[in-house]
Nanobody, 124 residues
């Protein structure tokens, strides 16, 4: 069973930075998985933030975070990271790490595996 454990959330002032980490376990390799991040703000629907292919390093971002957030992965550590810079109050949300086995050239429509989430709060 795949398990995803997030860490690195917290409280930061607008303009600041945070780095989220996601430790993945339950597979000998995640080379056939797409990993990513979603977020959910209070009273809003869960939304896609960023994704990365495990082996090729291909990435995708939501338009509102392009140029501010960077997703990366460490195959040796089975970890995925989200570096968040120039944070805004509207980035406040619970951030979830996700994973999906994927063989296509595009991106998954759904993700089977979800972490428990980590809270990110950006004060103005």
């Amino acid at each position: 069973q795949v398990q995803l454990v997030e860490s690195g959330g917290g409280l930061v002032q607008a303009g600041g930075s945070l780095r989220l980490s996601c430790a993945a376990s339950g597979r000998s390799t995640f080379s056939r998985h797409v990993m990513g991040w979603f977020r959910q703000a209070p009273g809003k629907e869960r939304e896609f933030v960023a994704a990365i292919t495990w082996s090729g390093g291909r990435t995708s971002y939501q338009d509102s975070v392009k140029g501010r957030f960077t997703i990366s992965r460490d195959g040796a550590e089975n970890s995925v990271y989200l570096q968040m810079n120039s944070l805004k109050p509207e980035d406040t949300a619970i951030y979830y790490c996700v994973a999906q086995m994927w063989y296509g050239s595009g991106w998954p429509d759904e993700y089977l595996y979800w972490g428990q989430g980590t809270q990110v709060t950006v004060s103005s």
